[in-house]
């Protein structure tokens, strides 16, 4: 069974740093484009940032480019989200996700698996 297991969220102060990871087990992922999305309280949920199987190609979502950095360990099958100059607006629960084409995890409209979720809090 696929599952994906997020880790190192918390609180944080403005301006702080956090560094989430994502773990995926249960089935081979060759070949999956990974990513990160979040939902804030009262929102939708959006994406924030996806990364290739080979790490070669990430994309963001504007409100958080600059600031955040995706990476992934293939031989370890985790994804990294590196969160700097954090704001209060990235409060969120913040999800990972995983498709087999980027530009469809990217929108959301294929994503085939998702974690549980983890939450972020940045006060000001």
């Known amino acids: 069974q696929a599952q994906l297991v997020e880790s190192g969220g918390g609180l944080v102060q403005a301006g702080g740093s956090l560094r989430l990871s994502c773990t995926a087990s249960?089935?081979?992922?060759?070949?999956?484009?990974m990513g990160w999305f979040r939902q804030a309280p009262g929102k939708g949920r959006e994406s924030v940032a996806v990364?290739?199987?080979?790490?070669?190609?990430?994309a963001y979502s504007d409100s958080v480019k600059g600031r955040f950095t995706i990476s992934r360990d293939v031989a370890k099958n985790t994804v990294y989200l590196q969160m700097n100059s954090l704001k209060p607006e990235d409060t969120a629960v913040y999800y990972c996700?995983?498709?087999?084409?980027?530009?469809?995890?990217?929108?959301?409209?294929?994503?085939?698996?998702w974690g549980k979720g983890i939450l972020v809090t940045v006060s000001s």
């Open positions: 996700a995983a498709g087999p084409i980027l530009d469809r995890l990217f929108t959301g409209s294929g994503v085939n698996y």
């Open positions: 249960g089935r081979p992922y060759e070949n999956f484009a």
């Open positions: 990364i290739s199987w080979m790490g070669g190609t990430t």
